[in-house]
């Protein structure tokens, strides 16, 4: 199953696109979703993926989004002034994934995302995607019992988590 890790672990996107990432570039990479150029490079890499990989389901990431890199891209710093990270974060990646969700719905495939964005209020569709939790922090509020609590399909991979 491939997984295409979006907005987030985009560095080497902005290797090949600098001008759609801004932020944390040396840690993460962090694509920028105010930039229609970001969307026309999304939408190219999932058809590809989705060409190239048969199966039902693509991992697309979705997880360790923060305000700390996007503080580094003068438009969104402005925004998170003026109204704040808990204002404007839910509200970039709820645009973001929303179009992301799209492409998944046009191609017949199913995301699977980290729980992190559902940590921040993304509202996502119970059926149509499935979350991945990973954390282990007790009673974190998108943790599995909570998810399932709510309609949400799950892959459980909490505590076992073997990235490098």
């Not at 150029?37 to 693509?58: A, K, W």
């Not at 969104?76 to 719905?105: K, N």
């Not at 939790?133 to 309609?151: E, M, Q, S, T, Y």
Request: hydrophobic share 40%.
């Amino acid at each position: 199953m491939a997984e295409e890790l979006v907005p987030a672990h985009a560095g080497s996107w902005g290797r090949a696109y600098p001008n759609v990432t801004g932020g944390c570039e040396q840690r993460i990479g962090t694509l920028n979703p105010l930039l229609n150029q970001t969307y026309d490079i999304v939408r190219q890499v999932f058809e590809e993926v989705f060409e190239l990989f048969p199966d039902e389901y693509v991992h697309a990431g979705a997880d360790e989004v923060t305000a700390e890199c996007y503080w580094q891209v003068k438009d969104i710093a402005a925004r998170l002034a003026q109204q704040g990270e808990w204002a404007v974060m839910p509200e970039l990646m709820q645009r973001f994934m929303d179009f992301v969700f799209g492409l998944f719905a046009k191609a017949g495939k199913r995301p699977i995302i980290w729980q992190d964005l559902m940590e921040m209020g993304l509202r996502v569709n119970p059926g149509k995607v499935l979350i991945q939790p990973w954390k282990c922090v007790p009673d974190i509020k998108c943790g599995l019992a909570d998810l399932l609590r709510n309609g949400h399909s799950t892959i459980q991979s909490t505590c076992f988590y073997l990235g490098s």
